[in-house]
């Protein structure tokens, strides 16, 4: 280290805590370590190393998250906040590095430490804050919402225990819970005096008020206070740094004795623990939603807190209510927050006391709602006594809007009674519901979905009606994933490679990668680009090893399937064609294959036994496969336990084939999809979701398709469709049912793919079997197409080349354009 340097070091104390430089980086973490965690380097474990590199990279964004904060509060411009249940956002230490742009720094200030920074970058705890895709996706429009400097919040819960960890036992899910919070949290700042509080149960009651209006009173049976967890969340060299505000749960803090008996006081306890238990627990998808009574709580929780905090701000700001709307613009990530259209209502009319007309003018300016599903099994419906004994007022309200709002379609529509009874909020078929996604179009400005081909679908099924009566609310914006963590930062190999080739300018505009079009067929950059693969799929490798000691070979195909485990993904498809691709290699029947390792990642919802299955059934064949010498050098089945966005960032990278198989029309969109193709993967896919426009924009030459369309599976399920047929009319798909049937996977035991087989040959409910037989033979072509590495790899190029619609950027100038009417603004450090 050059002595100047130390010396204006020295004179400049501050240094430590915001100089970039990696001596200015070695002090701040020595700093941290024995002042802030009272460590002295002698006994620090890899984790106080890690906590303080993490103190001292947070105290490197201090500057700019002070100068974003005072410039929202300050300036009367607009705020999009992004409500969602769920926030995937990963390990912070490394993206955090990268968009400072001081990885380099850090390496040699921890390594003059005599640390090693991935081994540090190794130990952060994953924050599971969401369950897959849609929890993602809120984290990588946060990350170019900073980028873009849009100015933004996102507001959700911070959950004590994540989605859980997942480990394989026996070949079966197990699930062990995420306490991911146990050796602290680096990255969070508590604000225990941005607090509000959330009224649960009790009565309502209608009272004149002194100027002789009528109110309504709301008595809640219990109050939870919510208090503020705020993760900074920097943009990529930019001085944006948004807020992630997260709310966790607090019992109020002090009942008041006087107030109670001494029964009662157990009663408070109670309502304690109750309070406590609030944010505890992230709840897996795909189980049903049916009296999860603290799921609704969490939901109005997080919402009535994030709607007080947004009325706070427009006081600070100097902004009267009828502004509200000119200062927020609030996206719904599902339905999950869609309560926020009557919260906003009750906060209107009953706390600020504007008219009903004004309050719903403004409520539905605000809001907008993107839609994530289209499976009637995930639309979100809530049954009305468990909804009116925990949310009494906002009950009352939504039965006021549907009122109304059936009053215009009678009128509409006279004598129409079965087109009220579809739109209804409240579905009248059997035990009464509250559909939630009828509640979120009604109440919202503007309604999306996810991809193109969703979007289409939407207007055309569930919410059908709606798109008849309002077509210019309805929008497509297609899901995006970020490049920083997804190329930049897990794949730094192809990010110097592209750096090299197209310049730098690809990292926030993805666009820029079409450059890489002309080098498809230069031989030199081909094995450049081979070389990165090949690096990345031995790191991969390495990984597999450690965590399942199978060993595979990185010169074999790299064939992923990586997502929650359902039946609409078809995993189950996949694995049908590795037992009739094992069949044909045992007879040397398949000459033309390439040597394949299949691997697997992916979380089951613990309560449900289809997905726990399909787990079961790909660990039992990787056992029989791998199992087998004449394997050998030929096929490798592996299943990586605990999918989550750490193991995303070495996964994604090694692939050479996406397995993107849902059955078409069932998949909203994907972004697992994008991450494989930005890194090169190329797809196998049917046209579902995104894939319909990965094709588009990858080439159909650069593509591997197969499957239904979206259209003849709707035929195909209409005209009674007998899935057993295609068994009887296959040899091979016969014979691949029957080994599984028959135990070959499960040491013997005939029972335990009993449902499976069962399923697939009676229901099949995903026309699995259906797609059997061409996905098999589209596999035939992938095949041929790697044994032409030329061929491949120039596909392969073409991918990445074409990936830059996929760029969460663009997804989120597209919500900004058309959605939220909202514009950059540049964040001055100087200001003061
Ligand atoms: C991207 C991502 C997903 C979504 O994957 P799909 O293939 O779109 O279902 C789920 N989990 C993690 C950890 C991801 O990074």
Redesign the pocket.
């Known amino acids: 280290m050059a002595a100047d340097t130390i010396d204006s070091a020295t004179r400049n104390g501050d240094l430590a805590r915001s100089g970039l430089n990696a001596d200015a980086l070695r002090r701040g973490v020595l700093d941290n370590l024995t002042c802030l965690q009272a460590r002295s380097p002698a006994i620090a474990t890899p984790h106080d190393w890690y906590m303080a590199l993490a103190y001292s990279v947070r105290d490197r964004m201090l500057a700019r998250w002070e100068a974003t904060i005072q410039t929202y509060v300050a300036s009367e411009l607009r705020v999009a906040c992004y409500l969602s249940a769920e926030f995937?956002i990963g390990p912070q230490l490394g993206n955090n590095l990268v968009n400072l742009g001081i990885e380099a720094n850090a390496r040699a200030a921890m390594q003059a430490l005599g640390q090693d920074l991935d081994a540090l970058l190794a130990i952060e705890e994953e924050p599971g804050l969401g369950n897959?895709?849609l929890g993602?996706l809120a984290a990588c429009y946060l990350d170019s919402l900073a980028t873009l400097e849009i100015p933004s919040v996102g507001y959700g819960i911070r959950y004590e225990f994540g989605i859980f960890d997942q480990q394989i036992r026996d070949g079966c899910q197990v699930e062990v819970t995420d306490k991911w919070l146990q050796k602290g949290n680096p990255w969070e700042i508590v604000r225990p005096n941005v607090a509000y509080y959330v009224a649960f149960g009790g009565q309502t009651q209608c009272a004149t008020d002194a100027e002789g209006r009528l109110r309504v009173q709301w008595t809640p049976a219990r109050m939870v206070k919510g208090v503020a967890c705020d993760t900074p969340m920097l943009g990529y060299r930019v001085n944006t740094c948004n807020t992630l505000r997260l709310w966790k749960s607090e019992a109020v803090e002090s009942f008041d004795l006087q107030d109670f008996n001494a029964g009662d006081y157990y009663e408070a306890v109670q309502e304690k623990v109750i309070s406590e238990t609030l944010s505890k627990v992230l709840y897996p998808n795909d189980e049903p939603e049916a009296g999860k009574r603290l799921r609704l709580a969490q939901q109005y929780f997080f919402v009535s807190c994030s709607l007080q905090d947004m009325l706070r701000l427009l006081d600070l700001k100097g902004e009267p209510i009828a502004r509200f709307a000119d200062m927020f613009t609030v996206q719904l990530n599902d339905t999950h927050p869609s309560i926020a259209v009557a919260e906003l209502m009750r906060l209107l009319v009953d706390v600020r006391l504007l008219p009903w007309d004004e309050a719903w003018e403004i409520t539905r300016n605000a809001l907008s709602y993107t839609n994530h599903t289209l499976l009637p099994e995930a639309l979100e419906t809530w049954g009305l006594p468990l909804f009116r004994s925990l949310l009494p007022r906002p009950l009352e309200i939504i039965y006021e809007i549907n009122r109304r709002f059936l009053e215009e379609i009678r009128q509409r529509y006279p004598g129409d009674d079965a087109s009220v009874a579809r739109m209804s909020m409240i579905d009248e078929t059997g035990d009464k519901k509250l559909r939630m996604a009828h509640l979120s179009t009604v109440g919202c400005r503007a309604v999306n979905g996810v991809a193109e081909l969703h979007s289409a679908l939407l207007k055309e099924t569930v919410l059908r009606d709606f798109a008849q009566l309002w077509p210019e609310r309805f929008h497509n914006v297609t899901n995006g994933?970020t490049p920083r963590r997804f190329m930049l930062l897990s794949n730094p190999g192809l990010a110097r490679l592209l750096d090299e080739t197209v310049g730098d300018g690809w990292v926030t505009d993805l666009t820029r990668l079409r450059k890489l079009d002309a080098y498809a067929d230069d031989p030199a950059f081909l094995e450049k680009w081979r070389a990165v693969k090949r690096a990345n799929k031995q790191l991969l490798s390495e990984r597999i090893r450690d965590v399942t000691n199978i060993v595979v070979n990185p010169d074999a195909l790299f064939d992923i399937q990586?997502?929650?485990i359902h039946e609409y993904?078809r995993q189950h498809l996949n694995a049908l064609y590795i037992i009739t691709l094992y069949q044909r290699l045992r007879r040397n029947a398949d000459q033309g294959a390439a040597p394949r390792c299949f691997i697997f990642g992916g979380k089951a919802a613990p309560g449900y036994a289809m997905a726990k299955l399909m787990i079961r059934l790909i660990t039992g064949i990787a056992e029989v496969v791998n199992n087998d010498p004449a394997m050998e050098g030929r096929l490798k089945v592996v299943f990586f336990p605990d999918?989550?966005?750490k193991n995303?960032q070495f996964i994604y990278p090694a692939a050479d084939l996406s397995e993107q198989i849902s059955t078409a029309g069932k998949e909203a969109s994907?972004?697992?999809?994008m991450?494989f193709m930005m890194n090169g993967a190329i797809t196998i896919g049917t046209l579902d979701g995104a894939n319909v426009e990965i094709r588009e924009e990858a080439g159909d030459e650069n593509f591997f398709l197969f499957g239904l369309t979206a259209e003849q599976v709707e035929h195909v399920t209409h005209d009674g469709y007998r899935p057993a047929q295609y068994a009887d009319n296959n040899a091979e798909l016969r014979e691949t049912l029957n080994l599984i049937a028959d135990g070959y996977f499960s040491r013997g035991d005939k029972q335990v793919f009993r449902p499976l087989v069962e399923n697939l040959l009676q229901s099949d409910p995903f026309l699995v079997l259906a797609d059997y037989t061409d996905y098999v033979t589209c596999q035939e072509r992938v095949s041929a197409a790697w044994q032409d590495p030329a061929r491949w790899t120039r596909m392969s190029v073409l991918n990445t080349a074409r990936s830059g619609k996929f760029s969460s950027d663009r997804a989120i100038s597209e919500y900004c354009e058309r959605i939220w009417k909202i514009s950059p603004v540049r964040i001055d450090l100087d200001r003061s």
């Open positions: 995937l897959g895709g993602r994933v990586v997502k929650r993904k999918f989550n966005v995303a994907g972004t697992g999809n991450k």
